[in-house]
Nanobody, 119 residues
């Protein structure tokens, strides 16, 4: 059974930094695109950043230049480095990944980790 587990969230002051991790475990044959999403209270979930298997990245405009997504394929793990954090970055951050496992290929989701940025 495939699982995604996020870690690294917490409380940080505006201007600070956090590094989130998303680790995939289980019987994994291949991981293609890995994504980071966030959902703030009362708002819809939004895509923050994504990274393909070959390392191509995409970012939401409001985080360009402040956030960096990366991955370690040997560890089946994706990371999201957030710098110059702002109160508007406060949200539950979740990761998803397209994974080929025993039963075929589909998107898997983690449960999320809370990031709170104080002003």
């Amino acid at each position: 059974q495939v699982q995604l587990v996020e870690s690294g969230g917490g409380l940080v002051r505006a201007g600070g930094s956090l590094r989130l991790s998303c680790a995939a475990s289980g019987t994994i044959f291949e991981i293609s695109t890995m994504n980071w999403y966030r959902q703030a209270p009362g708002k819809q979930r939004e895509l923050v950043a994504s990274i393909t298997a070959d390392g191509t990245t995409n970012y939401k405009d409001s985080v360009k230049g402040r956030f960096a997504i990366s991955r370690d394929n040997a560890k089946n793990t994706a990371y999201l480095q957030g710098n110059s954090l702002e109160p508007d970055d406060t949200a539950v951050y979740s990761c998803s990944a397209f994974i080929r496992s025993i039963g075929g290929a589909r998107e898997y989701w983690g449960r999320g980790t809370q990031v709170t940025v104080s002003s």
